[in-house]
């Protein structure tokens, strides 16, 4: 069946370091969406890539969408410890309106 | 955030017991979700809705129900709770425009737990 995998599982690093969180899917996708969990929280969405190649910047964090729509990624620059959380990518299951998510990626950041 | 409202946001019940949680929105959105969330499995969906009165099973359906009697309300029951079912379930909801597999929001989740 469809899958969507993330890597890393977790990922602890100092203040102001970066971060990466990569997304790849079995599967091409229509679009590719980003949700943080924040600890005792719930997701909550971040942003849809729907374009091949399709780069898009909010702040410090930049997402981009792999050329195949198979693939994306999340890059932070200098973390802070605000972004302390879980980092879902999501695609839609086969052509429905479901979504598939992956595991997630779990960043702690060292004050 | 979205108007979404999840109750009971924690609940202690003991295995057998049916249980009801239940999903409340105001953005009159279309599609209504229910996931489950365990420590490395991610979110995994249980039960959706795509209209009042329609709905369908997700991915882990086995021992839970729902029912949409109104736009807004989406009700999901454990028939007979198992210790299996503790977990933190959310609730969530999207558009029925803009195409397929749309962004969905979230509510903040009902803590249960089956002893």
């Known amino acids: 069946g469809q899958q969507v995998m993330q890597i890393p599982q977790y990922q602890h690093v100092q203040e102001g370091e970066d971060f990466t969180t990569y997304c790849n899917s079995s599967?091409?996708?229509?679009?590719i969406q980003w949700y943080k969990q924040r600890p005792g929280g719930h997701p909550v969405f971040l942003i849809q890539?729907?374009?091949?190649?399709e780069v898009k910047k909010q702040k410090r964090l930049t997402f981009q969408f792999g050329e195949a729509k198979k693939n994306s990624s999340l890059h932070i620059t200098a973390t802070q410890t605000t972004d302390v959380g879980t980092y879902f990518c999501?695609?839609?299951?086969?052509?429905?309106?479901?979504?598939?998510f992956g595991s997630g990626t779990r960043l702690l950041v060292r004050p | 955030d979205a108007g979404i409202t999840q109750s009971p946001r924690h609940k202690v019940t003991e295995t057998g017991t049916p249980v009801t949680l239940r999903c409340h929105q105001t953005?009159?959105?279309?599609?209504m979700y229910w996931y489950r969330q365990d420590p490395g499995h991610g979110l995994r969906l249980i039960h959706y809705?795509?209209?009042?009165?329609?709905?369908d099973k997700g991915e882990v359906s086995d021992g839970y129900s729902v029912s949409r009697s109104k736009t807004e309300d989406f009700l999901l029951t454990l028939e007979s709770a198992t210790s299996s079912q503790t977990s933190v379930y959310f609730c969530?909801?999207?558009?029925?425009?803009?195409?397929?597999?749309?962004?969905?929001?979230f509510g903040d989740g009902t803590r249960l737990s089956i002893l």
């Open positions: 599967t091409t996708l229509s679009n």
């Open positions: 890539l729907v374009k091949s190649g």
């Open positions: 953005e009159n959105h279309r599609y």
């Open positions: 809705s795509y209209g009042v009165k329609d709905t």
């Open positions: 999501a695609g839609p299951l086969g052509s429905s309106y479901k979504l598939i």
């Open positions: 969530a909801i999207s558009e029925n425009k803009g195409g397929i597999g749309q962004p969905q929001h």
